[in-house]
């Protein structure tokens, strides 16, 4: 599927091995509650942060990197990696990315330590994709930063101490770091999503940045920003693929335990034929996904677009399918509460509207198709 290095190959390896000894007792059990003994065990281990600057405790690895460790671990434990696309890929991911040095200096550590997070503030009541409804601002008063507004969806605001929160300033959208904390933020409501996890609703009423918070300013500092996304939606696509990974696991072990008419029900073709569609889908998908990866970290850019939103939509598509037709081959087992396949498609779900809706997804691709027509195998 994709070539790795030695180094690459040893850190898959290494993060499978822990995962699997260390993580598969407890891995559906996390859902909502951070899995912070993995994390603080991964840290330990140096995994946490791996694409981040060394000099604030990261490994100074790639995104690459961080999406292989994404599937090695999410492969066993799905909570737990989908904590580590969040650190690599979004909030986190942005302070190392246009971060002041205070900054940081200040909120980076910490999350490679296990002992913090930070969340993405980005949709608001009246402003989900269209990221220019936003009413967030930012106001210069009396020599202080002031920020008024309201964000919500924010996941794990709760084991958060600050959030990056996309805001207007009077030149143009730009991204501000928010302390909890602060005076001025009020939690207006906690909402629990399909799979269980917690989402927050909350406003900021006369809160104070400070300037070494301020990530980016102004429309074409924020465009930096957007173009960025597209790890983020790399890392939406890594985690589709994960989820569905583990869920074609269980039905592969179902498959050839279960025995029905003196015979395991992966005997039968209809299973088999099930078995060789659904990881036929799994692998163009991640095909798609690491080669978009693959190609960014080689060209020393940001993934393109059209690559990107290729993969962001049809990973999210093909999960959903694949975590269906696994617990369908599960029968009624996978279907009860606290089955693993049962929780994976409650968990996948609301992945095709994270990072971008397929529907937004289908807008990117068709908008650079027609910029620049059908790709060729060179390009």
Not at 204 to 210: L, R, S
Not at 270 to 277: M, P, Q, R, S, V
Not at 326 to 353: K, M, T, V
Request: charged content about 25%; overall charge negative.
């Amino acid at each position: 599927m994709v070539s790795l290095t030695d180094e690459q190959r040893m850190l898959v390896e290494t993060a499978a091995e822990l995962a699997e000894n260390e993580f598969a007792e407890r891995a559906y059990e996390w859902q909502d509650e951070p899995p912070w003994e993995n994390l603080e065990l991964l840290a330990d281990r140096g995994f946490l942060g791996i694409n981040f600057d060394e000099e604030y405790g990261g490994a100074g690895l790639s995104e690459f990197e961080a999406m292989l460790l994404n599937e090695a671990v999410g492969r066993v434990c799905p909570d737990t990696a989908a904590y580590l696309n969040s650190m690599h890929m979004t909030a986190p991911r942005t302070i190392d990315m246009f971060g002041t040095p205070e900054a940081k200096e200040k909120y980076l550590p910490p999350l490679t330590e296990a002992e913090d997070f930070v969340a993405i503030c980005i949709s608001e009541p009246e402003a989900g994709s269209d990221v220019h409804a936003m009413n967030t601002t930012v106001e210069e008063r009396d020599g202080d930063l002031v920020v008024n507004g309201e964000k919500t969806w924010v996941s794990r605001f709760e084991d958060s101490s600050a959030g990056v929160t996309w805001v207007r300033f009077p030149e143009g959208l730009g991204t501000v770091i928010v302390d909890f904390d602060d005076p001025g933020v009020e939690v207006a409501n906690h909402y629990t999503n399909m799979a269980g996890h917690k989402q927050t609703h909350y406003y900021m009423e006369d809160v104070v940045v400070p300037e070494e918070n301020v990530l980016t300013r102004g429309d074409d500092a924020f465009k930096a920003q957007l173009k960025a996304l597209n790890w983020e939606r790399l890392g939406v696509a890594s985690i589709s693929n994960t989820w569905a990974l583990a869920a074609l696991d269980y039905a592969l072990e179902y498959a050839g335990d279960r025995e029905q008419f003196g015979q395991a029900i992966g005997e039968f073709q209809g299973i088999e034929w099930k078995l060789a569609d659904l990881v036929t889908q799994l692998e163009a998908s991640r095909s798609l996904t690491y080669r978009a990866a693959e190609d960014a970290v080689a060209k020393g850019r940001i993934p393109d677009p059209l690559q990107t939103g290729a993969a962001n939509l049809f990973s999210g598509q093909m999960a959903e399918s694949v975590i269906s037709e696994s617990l369908q081959i599960c029968g009624a087992n996978g279907y009860q509460q606290g089955h693993p396949l049962e929780y994976l498609y409650r968990l996948q779900r609301g992945w095709r509207f994270a990072g971008g809706t397929d529907e937004i997804q289908k807008n990117t691709i068709a908008r650079w198709l027609k910029r620049g027509g059908v790709p060729t195998v060179l390009d």
